[in-house]
């Protein structure tokens, strides 16, 4: 073994020592999270007793289906719209550079602004409007320089062939962005489930999303409970992730 | 009118921060919205006492600890993910290593943080520390960092670096001289990628950090949920905002 690959193996092992000490910790049998006092599955049953918990789940996967689908297909219209260029195509991608690089709590906060001026009422719908503001400028900039690299051939080869514009669109634009949309849309989806700062700004008294909830209970200090939670989520982060490579790789 | 949908998004987010402007020019009162309108009998009522609280002590201090933990972290990521992403080249399977080393980053944030706090209760030390919220920091921001500088070295051209060996240079040099100009354009990516988010970031050091280092964004936070003062928060979002604004301007330009 070579000294970087030694370098490399002991960075890989420090990054996943606390996700794996955090995996153990949650099958203690007691409240400690120091010392392993037996092996149980007690905190995983109190964890699926805690409504709050449930409801943040809950919650969480709602905005995760809502800002997934209105995050890709927004993003990727606008997309389609810059792509035409011409009369303030270079402002509008400043400004979304803009809203794709500003920190998170300004963002938060600016929304939280409009939305009182307008007298909307925190809740999920002001959470969505935050997590869309914060994942359409990445789906955008994906979908707009794949759809840069695309040649004008492919389009101008249809319409010589007299397929109608609908159809251009199904079967030769869509298929050539759609890997960019496919990372856009996963994206999307690792960034609502880990959105914090946002939501908790926009979240009214009874929102509560799984971040929140974790943020809330972590404040107070290490859990056995949050453990058994924070490893649900990983397995199920660790399935999709599979998923998604596994895909990636078959085409 | 093709351009409605864009138009509109950033339409909507532009509104929104000519809002916080608007609230960061009226004066704080207590009443349900804490501000005064910006029009009190016909003639418009603007305040400048949040501008001038931005000079105070407790604001430039907050300053100061931003731009050290920014800086502290962006050097310790950068410096040690240029040389991960250097190792990686070096080996016979790049990609396998590069996938090993990221997927601990594909964990949402929140939870690496947390998986990290179970880490530091071993060691006392490190509870509420500012050492705490560089690992923590140098844990999230790694790939920023490792990703653009690996990208600008598998594409360095290899005859470069023969070249020199040919002519005698010592590895060291050779890394000084040789590899790290020819991917400064990775460098400076890598540096823009992990200075601007760790100088807004706001949920690691409240929850990790020392108490004593206030964020700038903790300040917006604070003054919002804890103390209400809605004028304070705008004027400080505006100043992150205007921060922003002038280096995507600059980083436009280069």
């Known amino acids: 073994m070579k000294k970087s690959e030694i370098l490399l193996t002991m960075v890989a092992m420090a990054m996943i020592l606390p996700m794996m000490n955090m995996i153990i910790m949650s099958f203690t049998a007691g409240q400690s999270v120091y010392v392993m006092e037996g092996f149980s599955f007690r905190h995983y049953l109190d964890l699926f007793q805690n409504t709050d918990a449930q409801h943040a789940i809950t919650l969480s996967l709602q905005l995760l289906a809502l800002t997934v689908v209105g995050g890709t297909l927004l993003g990727t219209c606008c997309a389609f719209a810059l792509k035409a260029g011409g009369w303030g195509t270079k402002t509008l991608l400043g400004g979304l550079l803009v809203m794709l690089t500003m920190p998170e709590v300004a963002t938060g906060f600016s929304l939280t602004m409009l939305f009182n001026q307008l007298n909307i009422d925190n809740g999920l719908m002001t959470m969505w409007m935050g997590q869309l503001v914060t994942v359409t400028p990445f789906v955008t900039f994906l979908v707009y320089a794949k759809l840069k690299e695309m040649p004008p051939s492919l389009v101008m080869a249809a319409q010589d062939m007299g397929v109608s514009p609908l159809r251009t669109l199904c079967h030769v634009v869509l298929p050539f962005i759609r890997p960019s949309v496919v990372s856009g849309a996963l994206l999307s989806a690792a960034l609502s489930i880990d959105d914090f700062v946002v939501s908790s700004m926009l979240s009214g008294p009874e929102s509560t999303n799984l971040p929140q909830f974790i943020y809330n209970s972590v404040r107070l200090g290490v859990t056995p409970e949050i453990n058994a939670l924070a490893t649900c989520m990983l397995i199920l982060i660790t399935i999709i992730a599979v998923i998604a490579a596994k895909r990636h790789q078959r085409p | ?254």
């Open chain 2, 1 to 254: 009118m093709r351009k409605w949908l864009p138009l509109l998004f950033v339409g909507l987010f532009m509104t929104a921060l000519a809002f916080v402007l608007k609230t960061s020019v009226a004066e704080s009162v207590n009443a349900m919205p804490p501000i005064t309108p910006l029009m009190v009998d016909g003639k418009v009522h603007l305040v400048d006492t949040q501008y001038r609280a931005l000079w105070s002590t407790r604001y430039l201090e907050s300053l100061l600890d931003t731009v050290r933990v920014g800086v502290v972290n962006t050097g310790i990521t950068v410096v040690v993910g240029y040389l991960l992403a250097f190792c990686i080249t070096q080996t016979r399977r790049p990609l396998l290593w590069l996938t090993l080393i990221l997927v601990p980053a594909c964990v949402p944030f929140l939870l690496r943080t947390y998986a990290w706090m179970g880490m530091f209760n071993y060691v006392d030390s490190l509870v509420q520390s500012d050492m705490a919220t560089h690992i923590v920091m140098f844990a999230n921001y790694l790939p920023f960092a490792l990703l653009p500088c690996y990208a600008s070295l598998s594409k360095l051209d290899t005859r470069l670096v023969n070249a020199a060996k040919d002519m005698g240079a010592s590895g060291f040099r050779i890394f000084c001289r040789v590899i790290v100009p020819n991917t400064r354009h990775g460098i400076t990516t890598a540096l823009g990628m992990v200075l601007l988010p760790s100088l807004g970031e706001y949920a690691i050091p409240s929850l990790v950090g020392h108490p004593a280092t206030k964020m700038l964004a903790s300040h917006i936070w604070e003054q919002y949920f804890s103390i209400g003062d809605w004028p304070m928060a705008s004027a400080l979002a505006t100043m992150m905002v205007l921060a922003t604004v002038l280096v995507v301007m600059k980083g436009k330009r280069t």
